[in-house]
């Protein structure tokens, strides 16, 4: 095809190898990458570009977009990135075995070890990005500095301005919508035509005061462009005929509709269990609607006593149904409430035995909350030793979130949010679904480097699975990299390589009640 015969065309400029393997994506970007293997110790070479990407940028920007991705494999950038990310992770696992180890000793190499991770990954990142300015010579001689100049500029803008204009609409859209979304990709490239200069030069605006930060991969726009040579301006407007997209030829249409498949796929079964999530959301009030019309009905007047003992054991099936399948969402505990107050209020010995369900298969919120309907069943038929020992127990209790409590606040200091950004949190999280406790807030974290951090607090498990592998934070505009689960919520360790490797910089906490109290 005309792409190939392009790509083959600067790899001889470039003196790069040819690309073995070219991929169309649905990304807007484009990469290389080199897999070697001992039957392949020179490396098989792949280039990916997305669809998206041809979509926006003109037929010269694409040569110099192509000549700077095989400037990597001309300087063996991904030889060098992957024999870093190799010593990097074996020095990270022998400092993870120091960590743990008990010996006062080994403590002391840990401590010495991640002072030298934390400079070597300065130090690659550093290179990282000195690796783009070479290629980005390598893109400008081939080119020339102005289209090289040309193409970083329309990136940036436009992907900046798609992911604030279309990904977030179609991620908040496609969950609401009964339908699995369609076209998604082939209304992506339609979508890029429809950035002007008006929208350019507001999105321009931005990009000159980005600065490059120690952990970033790419310099910033104001610096690459600085070493070509080139100011910062707005990309001339591409013609129609004259976008790289065009080059595809008459496979263009095949292309699209063979990716979207591809992403409706991936996108379905994600879909599928988020609509499932939202209707067990919508079971889950049903039944707490009813369970409260029954204990209306319980204490009528008119209701004979034999017809209550029948229901009460009801209730107490619908118990232990709850405990052994939702024993740890929130909602429960409202529902167990109205359980434990209908045997109250009808004098019933059976709360003795929900009590007992609850202390011993309950998360912690349901065993203080079985010790305080104890504690009032007791007082109503006066048994005074019991009463004196389940007070010590909730004492205890209190004592240890009291110690909870002061060790929080000698280890976090806590800023809340403007009482605008809480109401359009709170406006984001209704048009996600039902969420059962959020609350976000700033902290500035003193074992750390004092800089804030972004907190987010949520305690719905599956709520917080979907999110991330669904994507749906895209919704909420404010950056966070710590995520805190409420105790009473067991995550997994599969939810937890899933958060980290969508959230490379997450820091995960287990106990959202003890960061806010």
């Known amino acids: 095809s005309d792409l190939k015969k392009l790509i083959k065309d600067i790899a001889i400029k470039a003196k790069a190898p040819c690309p073995d393997y070219v991929y ?180 321009l605006d931005v990009s000159k005061f980005k600065q490059t930060k120690d952990n970033d991969t790419h310099p910033s726009l104001s610096e690459r462009l600085y070493f070509l040579g080139e100011k910062l301006n707005i990309p001339k407007e591409v013609k129609n005929k004259e976008l790289a997209i065009h080059i595809l030829g008459e496979d263009l249409e095949n292309h699209i509709q063979k990716i979207d498949l591809n992403w409706q796929e991936e996108i379905l079964e994600e879909w599928q269990n988020y609509h499932f999530y939202m209707s067990d959301c919508v079971m889950r009030r049903d039944m707490l609607d ?98 004196t020992v389940i007070k010590q127990k909730l004492a205890e209790k209190k004592k240890i979130e009291e110690q909870r409590t002061q060790y929080k606040k000698q280890d976090l200091k806590m800023h809340a949010l403007s009482a605008e950004k809480v109401k359009q949190i709170e406006q984001w999280l209704k048009t996600i679904g039902d969420i059962d406790f959020a609350l976000i807030c700033k902290v500035e974290d003193n074992n750390a480097s004092g800089s804030p951090l972004h907190l987010l607090f949520i305690s719905t498990p599956c709520y917080v699975e979907m999110g991330l592998s669904n994507k749906i934070w895209s919704g909420l505009d404010i950056p966070y990299d710590t995520l805190v689960i409420d105790a009473d919520h067991q995550l997994h360790e599969k939810n937890t390589k899933h958060i980290l490797q969508k959230f490379p910089g997450t820091r995960i906490f287990g106990d959202a009640d003890y960061y806010l109290q």
């Open 24 to 203: 169309l994506s649905d990304d807007f970007n484009a990469f290389v990458s080199t897999y070697k293997s001992f039957f392949h110790p020179v490396g098989v070479h792949y280039l990916s570009i997305g669809i998206p990407y041809l979509a926006a940028v003109s037929k010269d920007e694409l040569k110099s977009i192509i000549a700077h991705e095989l400037g990597h494999l001309s300087k063996e950038h991904t030889n060098f990135s992957r024999f870093i990310y190799r010593v990097y992770n074996g020095l990270y696992k022998i400092d993870c075995v120091l960590n743990e180890s008990p010996g006062i000793i080994d403590r002391w190499y840990h401590k010495g070890f991640s002072l030298y991770l934390k400079k070597l990954n300065k130090l690659s990142y550093a290179t990282k990005r000195n690796h783009e300015f070479q290629a980005d010579a390598i893109a400008a001689s081939v080119t020339s500095p102005e289209i090289t100049a040309s193409a970083l500029c329309r990136t940036e803008i436009v992907s900046d301005w798609m992911e604030d204009a279309y990904w977030k609409q179609v991620w908040r859209n496609s969950w609401q919508s009964a339908i699995p979304p369609e076209n998604i990709i082939k209304r992506a490239c339609s979508m890029v035509s429809k950035c002007d200069g008006q929208t350019m030069s507001k999105y």
């Open 290 to 387: 009813k369970l409260k019309a029954q204990r209306k009905l319980l204490i009528g007047e008119e209701i004979e006593y034999a017809n209550l003992v029948g229901k009460t054991k009801g209730l107490i099936n619908k118990l232990n149904e709850l405990v052994k399948l939702h024993k740890t969402h929130r909602d429960n505990i409202w529902v167990l409430k109205l359980m434990l107050e209908t045997l109250l209020d009808l004098k019933d010995k059976n709360v003795v035995n929900v009590a007992k369900i609850l202390l011993k298969k309950g998360p912690l919120s349901f065993k203080k909350l079985a010790l305080e309907v104890l504690l009032e069943h007791f007082k109503r038929i006066g048994d005074e030793e019991k009463i």
